[in-house]
């Protein structure tokens, strides 16, 4: 009787585990999925800034592009610009490796997590 109702405790408590972690999950997915639909809105104003410009904007420009695409965490958005102001990296945040998000993961020195993908030469002006 008393092995019946342990392994009761158990198999609760297994499927109560999963479930918060299914929920964490599809919370992260959700999040992700928020920064991929205003990822399209800040590439569109980057690439017309760009195309207009002939250069990456300089932050204080860039900020104001985040504004514009809808961003409200725009600290978690970077832009890397190279020595030369035709080249850069943007940077934004995820946590999950979806395979059809645009760039690279990039992860925790120390720990395997993902953190931000990171889009090398968004705009492609030194091809142009």
């Known amino acids: 009787m008393k092995r019946n109702t342990?392994?009761?405790v158990v198999k609760t408590s297994i499927l109560f585990f999963l479930l918060i972690c299914v929920v964490f999950v599809r919370h992260l997915y959700m999040e992700d999925s928020r920064s991929l639909s205003l990822l399209r809105?800040?590439?569109a104003e980057l690439e017309t800034y760009c195309s207009v410009h002939h250069h990456y904007p300089t932050r204080e420009e860039f900020v104001f592009l985040l504004e514009k695409a809808g961003v409200k965490d725009k600290e978690f958005w970077q832009l890397f610009i190279g020595?030369?102001?035709q080249q850069a990296s943007l940077q934004y945040p995820?946590?999950?490796p979806i395979l059809w998000a645009p760039g690279k993961a990039r992860?925790?020195?120390f720990l395997p997590v993902i953190y931000?993908?990171?889009i090398g030469d968004p705009c492609q002006i030194a091809q142009k």
Do not use: C, D, Q, W
Request: net charge positive.
């Open 6 to 8: 342990l392994l009761r």
């Open 41 to 43: 809105g800040v590439l």
């Open 83 to 85: 020595k030369n102001p």
């Open 94 to 96: 995820m946590s999950l």
């Open 107 to 109: 992860t925790y020195e």
């Open 116 to 118: 931000a993908f990171i």
